[in-house]
């Protein structure tokens, strides 16, 4: 199904394998085997393949995309579980973002509060010391 679908999709675009690959980042074997039914893509590249083509994923897993309104209970199956993990993986990355974001932050101030610390220690250092025997002889 899927295979049959991509294959007639590209042709009916007028690109070839080559270019299909290109613009999906991939290398022309891979659809290749995509198209010939070896192997299939994950739940990110189809979603991908889907906005290349400017179709919906259902019609990509669907049984063929001339003009069939009524698509199978498989297809319809697989069309939600691909929008699921296409969703479950975006808030997995924008998660692992934010914990970066915060992670680096955190680098930031304890680097810049080691920095004022040494400023700091180094005026401290380079005061003159003063000592109680000055301090005593310098009272009237």
């Known amino acids: 199904m899927l295979h049959e679908n991509l294959k007639a999709l590209r042709k009916a675009a007028g690109i070839s394998q080559e270019e299909l690959a290109i613009r999906l980042h991939v290398v022309r074997q891979t659809i290749s085997k995509w198209e010939k039914g070896l192997s299939v893509p994950d739940a990110q590249m189809l979603i991908r393949i889907a906005e290349v083509f400017d179709v919906p994923v259902s019609e990509l897993l669907g049984a063929g995309f001339e003009g069939r309104a009524e698509q199978s209970p498989v297809a319809e199956q697989l069309s939600r579980i691909n929008e699921q993990l296409a969703i479950r993986n975006r808030r997995a990355r924008r998660i692992w973002k934010v914990v970066a974001g ?3 932050a955190i680098i930031v101030v304890n680097v810049l ?7 700091a220690y180094s005026v401290y250092s380079d005061a003159p ?7 005593i002889a310098d009272q009237p």
């Open 129 to 135: 010391a003063i000592t109680e025997t000055e301090t």
């Open 102 to 104: 915060v992670v680096i």
């Open 113 to 119: 509060l080691m920095v004022l610390s040494i400023a």
